[in-house]
């Protein structure tokens, strides 16, 4: 069974910091690319990033987040990690974790998302 496990989101001020982090199980994780999606009622599902396999391992952002968010990924222990820096109000959401189903064509497009969990909320407010 795939599990994804997000933890580390919290409460911060504008211009702090957090890191986000997914515990993958349930399938090979070194072998599938990688996503981070966050969720607000006004937006919906906005794609954050997302990084390739072992076999690439690039990295890809969203104009909103690049320069601030920094993807990665600990294949040994089976980790992805989100580390954000800058917190703006606006990334106030709920982040989700995803697997890609394999080879994915385009890795913004949240259709090619095969596997979620279930979120960790990051808050940012004075």
């Known amino acids: 069974e795939v599990r994804l496990v997000e933890s580390g989101g919290d409460m911060v001020q504008p211009g702090g910091s957090l890191r986000l982090s997914c515990a993958a199980s349930?399938?090979?994780?070194?072998?599938?690319?990688m996503a981070w999606v966050r969720q607000t009622p006004g937006r919906g599902n906005e794609w954050v990033a997302s990084i390739e396999s072992r076999r690439g391992g690039r990295t890809f952002y969203s104009e909103a987040v690049k320069g601030r968010f920094t993807i990665s990924r600990d294949d040994a222990s089976r980790v992805l990690f989100l580390d954000i820096t800058n917190l703006r109000r606006e990334d106030s959401a709920l982040y989700f974790c995803?697997?890609?189903?394999?080879?994915?064509?385009?890795?913004?497009?949240?259709?090619?998302?095969?596997?979620w969990g279930r979120g960790t909320r990051v808050t940012v407010s004075s």
């Open positions: 349930g399938f090979i994780f070194s072998e599938y690319d």
């Open positions: 995803a697997k890609f189903y394999r080879d994915p064509v385009d890795h913004t497009d949240t259709n090619l998302l095969e596997y």
